[in-house]
Nanobody
């Protein structure tokens, strides 16, 4: 069992930066691939980024590629999503998720555990 708690969301102006953190409980964190998803009002949850168990591999949605960076610290049981050059269309609730079985899962259906989410609002 893995419990996930996101933090770091808030209000930021367009062009600004935020760093989201996801703290995980449990001794098996290093055996899970990790991902971030987001959901804007009236829209479906969409994939943002994923990172492999070791942290050596990452994949990103085209909409955030070059602006967002996902990393993890297995010793600290945490993943971090650095978001730069933020745009109003990045506004959403951001969710951290953990997957036991896949290498770089991009589908929400592949993930086994989810956090409660943190709100990110990009507005002037």
């Amino acid at each position: 069992q893995v419990q996930l708690v996101e933090s770091g969301g808030g209000l930021v102006q367009p062009g600004g930066s935020l760093r989201l953190s996801c703290a995980a409980s449990g001794r098996t964190f290093g055996t899970h691939s990790m991902g971030w998803f987001r959901q804007a009002p009236g829209k479906e949850r969409e994939f943002v980024a994923a990172i492999s168990r070791s942290g050596g591999d990452t994949t990103y949605a085209d909409s955030v590629k070059g602006r967002f960076t996902l990393s993890r610290d297995n010793a600290a049981n945490a993943v971090y999503l650095q978001m730069n050059s933020l745009k109003p269309e990045d506004t959403a609730v951001y969710y951290c998720a953990a997957d036991r079985g896949s290498w770089l899962p991009v589908s929400a259906y592949e993930y086994d555990y989810w956090g409660q989410g943190t709100q990110v609002t990009v507005s002037s």
